[in-house]
Structures are given as C-alpha cells and as structure tokens.
C-alpha cells in the first residue's frame, strides 16, 4: 500500500476497528479536496455519522482532539457571567 493521505487514513481506521472501503475512503477525501463540504447519504445507521467523525477526529491535531472544554473546574466566560464547571457526564454537563 502507498503511503498516502486514504492509506494512512485507512491503517488508523482499521486499528481503531472502524472497517471503510478504500474507494468510499479515497471518494470522500476528493470531495473534501474539492469542497469544503460533503453531503453524506444513506440507510439510517450506514456509517455517514461515523465516517464524517472519525475522519474529522483523525486529520485534527491531537491537541484540539484531547481538550475537553467541560472539564470540571473549567471557566466559561458568558456576556454578563462566567460559567464554572461543577460535573460532567456523557449526557450533561453541570454549571
């Protein structure tokens, strides 16, 4: 295999155990190149969400992927307060 953008995009894929088609993989990368945009279609539960995700999440730089803007402790500056992270779970954060 070359050692391309779809390949290594495909080598992290397939260690992360998400299973692309090189074709759909190297398709999506064109229409991106070309785009800034791609309107993804399909059955409900085909992989568009996934795919837009991870392939965001891999070409992002690791810091931007690691931070966390609800970490407890964390300030949020709002127009007239600032917002202090008490909790956080998957599903709600607590200000």
Known sequence: MKDTLVSKCLADFKAANFRCDEEFVRRFTAALLAK?????????????????????????PIAAATSDPFTPGTRIPGERVTYIVERTDRLAVEL
């Open 36 to 60: 800034r945009f791609v309107i993804l279609t399909g059955l409900a539960g085909s992989g568009k969400t996934k795919l837009a995700q991870s392939f965001a999440r891999w070409i992002s």
